[in-house]
């Protein structure tokens, strides 16, 4: 399997990245052309240079505007492309060598000025279609602090979130709204019933439920929030429901503000299909958290020869705004591998930026394909309670039901944290033991 | 070299997708799993289904929700997966065969309404890392009228570009103002200055030039608009600039409204980095053409693997509102090959809906290392003078300056048009031989 293929972004070998007032980007790259000058090439293109000097770039411009090239580390090589080619360089004979390297390039800030959108073609631009490479993909960034001052960032992160809902020293626990979409309004509030009865922390809707004409963003918050107020007036607990308003900026902003009105507690957004600029405009609109859900990442991660890291993604994100960013999961039902879905959810609570500056932390958000037998290498992989537990099928199709469900996610987190073995615990605990029983595979 | 890999969308045999009232998908896919089932793995995960069937996942709410399966097409093996995989299917050996196809998805409207960022998350969302796929890439889409209703697409396109210039039966001769970041507003302007003079039709900041502290967005508007003003006074012809607006929205905002009140013409926009949201709304707000750069299109296209082609991708940034959209040129400094080019530029102009519904026809811009050389290609490739042709080097580094390389355009254009033989033009026209002898290869 080539899975090994994938580049690993922050290998210990790896310096870290510098922070001072330069935009820093680290890269993975390919390529069949002399190294040193592919890579003069890349930083050419993304700053001040043609692929003919032009009169105008006099030394005293490149000087103060120019990317530069920090580091080259060579990595192994290759005797095929990992992305095709237009032409191969011209001296290569009938046997290419392709050579990889980690590159670290930097960019002064006043190129562009602490601007996302203007980052993102910066860091993330026309750079992977040069014709130099055969691969190019975005490990890594370091922003100058002035992102955090331009920025609002997170405004609930991680202990506003478990303020609104009184809960410490355990995570979340939640699911999604399955049938994902075509139920209606009452049938998602009948379900809504049964969590809240269950005693779930989470719920939130599919990321393919937004405002379609058979369950409509006001008539599910009618539905559901009525049972959300009831639900907390008789037992003093929130929960939490992620309404998914993804949509254009007015149906957003009026929909945030509906739901908030019901007494929500907070909003969902597919945040690459929003994008970066709406992002951000509705989180200065917004007085709820905003829960990020990543559809689409995997265009950008699944190739490991193109894209981007999470490392890098998640920046952006917070920067603009997310309280909860999704992870996936460990053992899940996507191609990520458990690794992957490990560093994403530490970095989601790494700071960006050192004190006095925000570091913008947020909630990481585990989901797909996730039971009660996946917390304890959970646990110890991220070595933290400071995320949303995500299980549909881990709930729904436990034998004792939707209370079986919820109940042995609690058991499984309260085992793991206590440091107790899973089947240990089990012997006292019957909801984990008829999880383990069902989800073991 | 690995190009004949590439998944090319509209294949010749395959059946155009049908205009109606369900959104409608094509994907190319690889898989090492049964196709039948591993595509109704995909139908379900973006519709009504998940991993296990749920209780509320009825045989009615398939019926009114459920993704449907339209066709599916056979075409190669392969003996490797195209991208990382968890895992193979247990029952293979250890010769696995990864089988390759073609499929129509399409969805009823009902699911999720007009609105873009959640269509993004139907056709474009979790797809792409479902662990059944190690090769998965959206190759087009039509969708139902309703689109073309709740968005106001182009608001100038192509007949509106040209009336503002007064161009017709021609391209617009383009550059991009070179240094791509460094200038300072009084050298922009001189640039200006020389390009205007020598009969240049439309300029453009590089998408690396947004509002960096060195050139400000207002400074440089206060610098070359005063030329753009005084130039068509005296010639009566009007020079497009596109100034680049990418930022937050309030920026943007602020930055559309400079530019109007100073007489401009034209905004640019990198679309990925502001988003579909963020564009949608300067739509609104607009009066000027919106000049679309697709800045970080390489991380959705440059593997065959994953993403998505331009076929699907155009029809997203059209709907939001762009009138120019850039496609690459043929024999670029890009890696894209010149099939893609030609293939971009033609949907550019080719309607997504039958009248009586708006096309929203946009004009493709032809840039990336073009010069006169590559025009009779482009016209013949094309079949039409409806688009924005920008040289920088075809330009400034011509043996006749600035002029030279302007008219050496304009030159190669009337050649173009009227049938003739470059080389016989040229015997006729100095400036196209100088650049026959400058930049032919």
């Known amino acids: 399997m080539p899975t090994s293929q994938a580049p690993t972004s922050q290998a210990p070998t790896s310096p870290p990245l510098?922070?001072?007032?330069?935009?820093?980007?680290?890269?993975?790259?390919?390529?069949?052309?002399?190294?040193?000058?592919?890579?003069?090439?890349?930083?050419?293109?993304?700053?001040?240079?043609?692929?003919?000097?032009?009169?105008?770039?006099?030394?005293?411009?490149?000087?103060?505007?120019?990317?530069?090239?920090?580091?080259?580390?060579?990595?192994?090589?290759?005797?095929?492309?990992?992305?095709p080619m237009r032409a191969l360089p011209p001296h290569m004979g009938s046997t290419p060598v392709f050579q990889r390297a980690e590159i670290d390039v930097s960019w002064p800030i006043a190129n562009l000025g602490p601007s996302l959108p203007n980052l993102h073609a910066t860091v993330a631009g026309n750079l992977f279609e040069l014709k130099e490479f055969s691969g190019l993909r975005l490990l890594d960034l370091q922003l100058p602090v002035a992102f955090a001052q331009a920025y609002q960032g997170p405004q609930f992160g991680i202990q506003g979130t478990r303020d609104l809902l009184g809960i410490q020293g355990r995570p979340l626990i939640g699911t999604i709204i399955k049938p994902s979409v075509g139920l209606s309004p009452q049938a998602t509030a009948a379900l809504v019933r049964q969590l809240v009865d269950a005693g779930i922390d989470f719920i939130k809707d599919d990321e393919l439920q937004g405002n379609g004409?058979?369950?409509?963003?006001?008539?599910?918050?009618?539905?559901?929030?009525?049972?959300?107020?009831?639900?907390?007036?008789?037992?003093?607990?929130?929960?939490?429901?992620?309404?998914?308003?993804?949509?254009?900026?007015?149906?957003?902003?009026?929909?945030?503000?509906?739901?908030?009105?019901?007494?929500?507690?907070?909003?969902?957004?597919?945040?690459?299909?929003?994008?970066?600029?709406?992002?951000?405009?509705?989180?200065r609109h917004s007085q709820l958290p905003i829960h990020g859900h990543r559809a689409g990442w995997g265009m950008l991660s699944r190739s490991p020869a193109v894209g981007m890291d999470f490392a890098a993604y998640q920046q952006f994100w917070r920067l603009a705004g997310v309280d909860h960013l999704h992870v996936n999961g460990l053992r899940n039902k996507f191609s990520e591998p458990d690794a992957s879905v490990i560093r994403s959810a530490k970095r989601c609570v790494t700071p960006m930026f050192a004190a006095p500056a925000k570091g913008c932390e947020v909630m990481p958000v585990f989901s797909s394909g996730q039971t009660a037998e996946q917390v304890a290498d959970t646990y110890r992989a991220v070595g933290s309670t400071d995320l949303i537990y995500c299980c549909g099928g881990g709930i729904m199709a436990h034998p004792g039901g939707v209370p079986g469900g919820v109940q042995s996610l609690r058991e499984a987190w309260e085992a793991a944290v206590q440091g107790v073995d899973l089947e240990s615990f089990a012997a006292s605990h019957p909801a984990l033991a008829q999880a383990i029983a069902a989800f073991r595979k």
Chains 1, 2 share one sequence.
């Open 18 to 83: 510098l922070a001072d007032d330069r935009i820093r980007a680290r890269y993975w790259v390919e390529t069949p052309f002399p190294l040193e000058a592919a890579v003069d090439v890349l930083a050419g293109e993304q700053s001040c240079g043609t692929f003919t000097r032009l009169p105008g770039e006099t030394d005293e411009l490149r000087q103060a505007s120019g990317a530069v090239v920090e580091r080259i580390t060579r990595l192994d090589t290759c005797a095929q492309p990992s992305l």
């Open 213 to 283: 004409s058979h369950n409509p963003l006001k008539a599910r918050v009618d539905a559901v929030m009525p049972i959300l107020r009831a639900h907390a007036e008789r037992t003093g607990h929130q929960v939490m429901y992620a309404f998914n308003i993804t949509d254009e900026l007015d149906v957003m902003r009026a929909n945030h503000d509906y739901v908030l009105a019901a007494g929500g507690n907070c909003i969902m957004v597919t945040v690459a299909c929003v994008g970066l600029t709406g992002l951000a405009w509705l989180r």
